[in-house]
């Protein structure tokens, strides 16, 4: 069984260590405790919340999600699934928050996305606009 340090599991998940250490503690990701105390994350872990084989090298990093050069790559859950037509609507839950995307329902389909399951919402803006709350 293959462990990585919480550095490398929360480059691999795209979020922050602080983030990764909040998951451990509320039981959102399962980790395994050294004879020392450190936290380590079973590869497994990963697979199951991305959905792929974590890379083993930096040369495997090249495939997959990690070979895109976008970096707001956001975890969530799959919260709702409409469609119509040839679109489809899929909301998902990053950190509580909501983001609504419109995809091709073929696309939706090809990736088998339905409430529940773990997705990454990837965002590229040439601009974001910031109001004064």
Known sequence: MELLRLHEAAKLLSISYPTLK???YKEKIRSIKTPGG???IPGQEVERLIGVTP????RDAQAGLHAISGRNKLLGTITEVRSDGLLAQVTMNVGGQ???SIITR???EELDL???A???ALIKATEVMVIRG
């Open 114 to 116: 339905r409430p529940g």
């Open 38 to 40: 450190h936290h380590r």
């Open 22 to 24: 909040q998951w451990i």
């Open 106 to 108: 073929s696309a939706c």
């Open 98 to 100: 909501s983001i609504t």
């Open 55 to 58: 890379p083993r090298s930096s």
């Open 118 to 120: 773990p997705a990454f």
